[in-house]
């Protein structure tokens, strides 16, 4: 069954340090989501991709966030400096189209920030 | 924008009892609800969904009902067995922007044999 790659699974690093992310979504899914879940919470949309495109990027803090998918496939997201708030747990899903259909979701990266 | 609220936070059930978790929505322009299920150390799995247009949908153990016009919408799970046991996001989203869910803060559920 076709799945979505992240990595790293867990980072651990220092506030002030930058950090970063892939994902790989499912072959022939044109979108593609970075969602934020913070513990004991449910997840929250940064970014949203159509292919290479930005569709929605409205809740990025895009003073320290950065995000890109230049081929339209996989994607990396980016924090620097990383600050002890951004300790979550970041989840990649894709669909095959942002109208309909469903999200699959990645297993997460969960970052630390010390 | 939206804001979805999500009951019980937490819910203990024996095995063979049925669950349910409620949600609410505040935006009347959502018209995409779906649920997903999320065990420990992985991402979310979408269970079930339902659209506006649909009042009940059921697949196998699991039903989803909405009320529009309560802007409420619930997950319903019988006979419950002990993999059931994990935590449960409802969501909703707008027509033309369906993977920007607005999610619930989760219900864990507890199955206990």
């Known amino acids: 069954e076709a799945e979505v790659a992240q990595s790293p699974r867990y980072k651990i690093t220092e506030k002030s340090q930058a950090v970063a992310f892939w994902c790989d979504p499912i072959?022939?899914?044109?979108?593609l989501y970075w969602y934020r879940q913070i513990l004991g919470q449910g997840p929250e949309l940064l970014v949203q991709?159509?292919?290479?495109?930005?569709?929605?990027d409205s809740q990025l803090p895009k003073d320290r966030f950065s995000a890109e998918r230049l081929k339209g496939v996989d994607s990396t997201l980016k924090i620097q400096p990383a600050e002890l708030g951004d300790s979550a747990m970041y989840l990649c899903a894709s669909s095959f189209s942002g109208d309909t259909g469903e999200l699959f979701f990645g297993e997460g990266s969960r970052l630390t920030v010390l | 924008g939206e804001n979805v609220e999500q009951h019980p936070s937490t819910l203990s059930v024996q095995e063979g009892d049925s669950a349910v978790i409620k949600c609410t929505y505040s935006d009347s322009a959502s018209n995409y609800f779906p649920w997903y299920k999320q065990e420990l150390g992985k991402g979310p799995q979408l269970i079930i969904d339902?659209?506006?247009?649909?009042g009940e949908k059921k697949d196998q153990r699991i039903a989803v009902t909405l009320n529009k016009t309560a802007k409420h919408f619930s997950l319903h799970i019988t006979e419950t067995q002990p993999e059931d046991s994990a935590v449960y996001f409802c969501a909703a989203s707008r027509r033309g922007s369906q993977g920007n869910l607005i999610f619930g803060k989760g219900t864990k559920l507890s199955v206990k044999p």
């Open positions: 991709f159509q292919d290479e495109s930005v569709v929605d």
């Open positions: 072959s022939g899914h044109a979108t």
């Open positions: 339902i659209r506006s247009n649909v």
